[in-house]
Structures are given as structure tokens and as C-alpha cells.
T-cell receptor, first 117, second 115 residues
């Protein structure tokens, strides 16, 4: 399977614990995005990387959230001191962007569903 | 600023009847627009995209969408609904300001297909 993969698919944690999610993009894709989706809503942008550089972070991404993409390949999203409000589906997507093209399809992974008790 | 508005949060259709999902956009630029579908417990899948070529765009599974600049709309249609079309559908605009290439999603339309 050469699509975007995410691990784990489900995570249940207690409030105050730290969690880390992993995303493996399609291998030749230079862009990697993280989104958060709550029930009944569309995905909301969190952050994105162009190769290994993190280019933008949403205001939704508090100081408890950190994302990395070492070597421009896989990415991790860490949430420290989780809160019940962090419960959501965390989606990863990747795309191949050339120049200033804005019509690039993003390919999405299956998501990691986080439940904070 | 760019945004999309999906006018219906839920649509219920009978199998074999047409489906219409409405999306209006707001953009200062010539927009790139997408429709994605999300089936339960599955990832988002691209149905079709508009990128300033033909205004009538054909996608997978018999879906198509028409870009109408005068109405700032990008409605998704299918002539005959199938049970497998039951899912959530998202209209998406690709941003072209400082965050170019980043997606902004509509709130989604849940489609129910009844036998």
C-alpha cells in the first residue's frame, strides 16, 4: 500500500498524559499537513511542512502541541498534558507541490482517533 | 479571505434519484476547488477538482460538479444515487494567499440514501 499511513488508529488516554502520533506520507510528496476533525465538522488545519521545514501553525495549535518532520519524511504530532477538549480525529495528508501550483490534490491518511478520559 | 459554505448539513435521497450537494465559495482569486468524500472509518477521498480549466468537472463514481463564477458556486451532482454514496461530503478551497496550497474545508454534508 503506497498511500498515507497513520499510527496508531485509535488512542485512549487519561487527561494530563502525553501522546504522540505518527504519519508516513506518500514517499515522493514534499508537503505534509496535519488537520483536526471533531464530530460533525470539517477538518481544521493545524500545521504543515514543506520538506522538513514547518511553514505555518494554526492558532488552534496551542503550546501543548508540537510537530516535527525530521529529514522531510515521516512526521510526528505530540500533544502534552492532554485535555478532554483534545479528543478528536487527527488527520494527516500529503501532496506534491511544484512552484506556485494550488491545485494539488492532498492525499489523506485514515486518521488517528484520540479519546481523552 | 477565502472560504467555502456548504448550504446543507444533511441531505436524504432515495436510491436511484438525483443527488445535489450545494457549495458556495468566497475568493479574491481564481479559486481551486475540490470535493472530497469521507466514508465511515475511512480516509478522505478526492471526488473531483476544478482548476480553471473546464467549468464542468467529472469525477469518480458518476459525480460531477459545475463551477459557476457568476454565482460563486461549485455544486456537486449525481444523476442516480446508489446506497454506497451514503457518506459525508466536503467542499474544499485551496488557499492562494500567504498560505497558498493550504486547504480550507466546508462544514460537510451528510448524505443518507434510502432504499
Amino acid at each position: 500500500d503506497t498511500g498515507v499511513s497513520q499510527d496508531p488508529r485509535h488512542k485512549i488516554t487519561k487527561r494530563g498524559q502525553n501522546v504522540t502520533f505518527r504519519c508516513d506520507p506518500i514517499s515522493e510528496h514534499n508537503r505534509l499537513y496535519w488537520y483536526r476533525q471533531t464530530l460533525g465538522q470539517g477538518p481544521e488545519f493545524l500545521t504543515y511542512f514543506q520538506n522538513e521545514a514547518q511553514l505555518e501553525k494554526s492558532r488552534l495549535l496551542s503550546d501543548r502541541f508540537s510537530a516535527e518532520r525530521p529529514k522531510g519524511s515521516f512526521s510526528t504530532l505530540e500533544i502534552q498534558r492532554t485535555e478532554q477538549g483534545d479528543s478528536a480525529m487527527y488527520l494527516c495528508a500529503s501532496s506534491l507541490v511544484r512552484g506556485l501550483a494550488v491545485d494539488n490534490e492532498q492525499f489523506f491518511g485514515p486518521g488517528t482517533r484520540l479519546t481523552v478520559l | 479571505a477565502q472560504s467555502v459554505t456548504q448550504l446543507d448539513s444533511h441531505v436524504s435521497v432515495s436510491e436511484g434519484t438525483p443527488v445535489l450537494l450545494r457549495c458556495n465559495y468566497s475568493s479574491s482569486y481564481s479559486p481551486s476547488l475540490f470535493w472530497y468524500v469521507q466514508h465511515p472509518n475511512k480516509g478522505l477521498q478526492l471526488l473531483l477538482k476544478y482548476t480553471s480549466a473546464a467549468t464542468l468537472v467529472k469525477g469518480i463514481n458518476g459525480f460531477e460538479a459545475e463551477f459557476k463564477k457568476s454565482e460563486t458556486s461549485f455544486h456537486l451532482t449525481k444523476p442516480s444515487a446508489h446506497m454506497s454514496d451514503a457518506a459525508e461530503y466536503f467542499c474544499v478551497v485551496s488557499l492562494q494567499d500567504d498560505s497558498w496550497g493550504k486547504f480550507q474545508f466546508g462544514a460537510g454534508t451528510q448524505v443518507v440514501v434510502t432504499p
